[in-house]
T-cell receptor
Framework: LAKTTQPISMDSYEGQEVNITCSHNNIATNDYITWYQQFPSQGPRFIIQGYKTKVTNEVASLFIPADRKSSTLSLPRVSLSDTAVYYC????????????FGSGTRLSIRP | DTGVSQNPRHKITKRGQNVTFRCDPISEHNRLYWYRQTLGQGPEFLTY????????KSRLLSDRFSAERPKGSFSTLEIQRTEQGDSAMYLC????????????????FGSGTQLSVL
């Protein structure tokens, strides 16, 4: 499984765009990049997943450069309710693997 | 509600007692995972099943921990002779195994069982 590196914590303000970058230098050819969000006392929640270029859904956008050695989760116009821990995972779900979480990025949004 | 269900939501027990947690996954999902999470840490993998087969178990898991998924549907996680260090949130997740060599698996988590060992 490819190891990921992401900032331990980030702070921002309501209404701002927040970008969280994840490094995964050892990503394999068939690996997808997946992001989860976790609020206190809840299980993680799937946010977005992508393989290359850009993916957008109603919650976030995921930008993946051509070399795929990093990815950026973009949260547009954050609100206080976006305060959570965000996990970047790479290379999940092949038939002989297990899904491993790192420590994630603790995002704090201020008024 | 067709999400992942975990019971109980909270469990307080005395050291040395046995505890059992239950997880009901999303019905069409063939994979089921158990994780443990302590404050400030990411979820730690414990074990996972594909249908009724337990495919992998963390080496960090002592023999006091056992999990079953008897009919490929719900799963139970038992901890025998609990210790204070077992206090944590125990999370269950389910998914559909990806086809072929794809790695685009998406986990759906329950709300967890918070275990406190006194």
């Amino acid at each position: 499984l490819a190891k990921t590196t992401q900032p331990i914590s980030m702070d921002s303000y309501e209404g701002q765009e927040v970008n969280i970058t994840c490094s995964h230098n050892n990503i394999a050819t068939n690996d997808y990049i997946t992001w989860y969000q976790q609020f206190p006392s809840q299980g993680p929640r799937f946010i977005i997943q992508g393989y290359k270029t850009k993916v957008t859904n109603e919650v976030a956008s995921l930008f993946i450069p051509a070399d795929r050695k990093s990815s950026t989760l973009s949260l547009p116009r954050v609100s206080l309710s976006d305060t959570a821990v965000y996990y970047c995972l790479v290379g999940v779900g092949s038939s002989a693997s297990k899904i491993i979480f790192g420590s994630g990025t603790r995002l704090s949004i201020r008024p | 509600d067709t999400g992942v269900s975990q019971n109980p939501r909270h469990k307080i027990t005395k050291r040395g007692q046995n505890v059992t947690f239950r997880c009901d996954p999303i019905s069409e999902h063939n994979r089921l995972y158990w994780y443990r999470q302590t404050l400030g840490q990411g979820p730690e993998f414990l074990t996972y099943f594909q249908n009724e087969a337990q495919l992998e178990k963390s080496r960090l898991l002592s023999d006091r921990f056992s999990a079953e998924r008897p009919k490929g549907s719900f799963s139970t996680l038992e901890i025998q002779r609990t210790e204070q260090g077992d206090s944590a949130m125990y999370l269950c997740a389910s998914s559909l195994a990806p086809r072929g060599s794809g790695t685009n698996e998406k986990l759906f988590f329950g709300s967890g069982t918070q275990l406190s060992v006194l």
